[in-house]
């Protein structure tokens, strides 16, 4: 089984998360936050991955740390069950329309942890949550997944749109990405049999 379980604690946050790289997309999660367990149960159902995520925090204070480390935790799980990463896709893309938002999302099972963010919010808050946090969540998702992830909107007027379409454009390039190909079997995708360092 391609399966991982978590958990940081540090003075702000305390989370831990379990993720079945080959589940059905069954989640349950609970951060605190409501608007980002909305975005982890997209992110859960469209890319099959069974998630689930408890967090407590400093939200007294804000989202911040809640969030930031809640896409590390996640981040950590996905990188610790692919293992060495071997017959894996490795490279994933999808492009989400929500009604009038079209985003785009390309990714890099790699191992060198990389964001290109290009996506532009029109209002300072969805609800309580400040929307400069999602950009939080990715990086913190990316770096510890260790993936090169491109996210661009390339338009779209809603901000709930926007985001969630980002969540699952993710979602979706992630399910390609980590899928067993039958063709390589076990071998690592990279003519350098590793995947990770320079190019």
């Known amino acids: 089984m391609r399966a991982a379980t978590v958990e940081r604690n540090t003075k702000e ?3 831990s998360a379990s993720i079945d790289l080959d589940g059905t997309g069954r989640y349950d999660v609970k951060t605190g936050i409501g608007f980002l ?3 982890l149960e997209q992110l859960s ?9 408890r967090a407590e925090g400093d939200l007294h204070i804000d989202f911040h740390h809640t969030t930031e ?3 590390y935790v996640v981040g950590e799980a996905v990188s610790k069950a692919l293992g060495a990463r071997a017959g894996i896709r490795r490279y994933g893309s999808a492009l989400i329309p929500m009604d009038e938002t079209l985003t785009r ?9 990389y964001l290109v963010w290009k996506v532009a919010f029109s209002r300072p808050k969805l609800g309580d949550m400040d929307t400069e946090l999602f950009k939080e969540w990715f990086q913190a998702f990316a770096q510890s997944a260790g993936i090169t992830l491109h996210v661009e909107n390339l338009y779209g007027d809603n901000n709930h749109h926007i985001v969630e379409s ?5 979602a979706r390039a ?11 079997a076990d071998a690592i995708p990279s003519t350098k049999g590793v995947l990770g360092g320079s190019m």
């Open 166 to 170: 980002c969540f699952k454009g993710l």
């Open 37 to 39: 367990d909305h975005m």
């Open 13 to 15: 946050t305390k989370i």
């Open 105 to 113: 999302v390309a990714l890099d099972c790699s191992n060198r942890p």
């Open 174 to 184: 992630l399910r390609q990405a980590v899928e067993i190909d039958a063709r390589q």
């Open 69 to 71: 480390d809640s896409g």
């Open 45 to 53: 159902r469209h890319s099959l991955i069974d998630l689930t995520l």
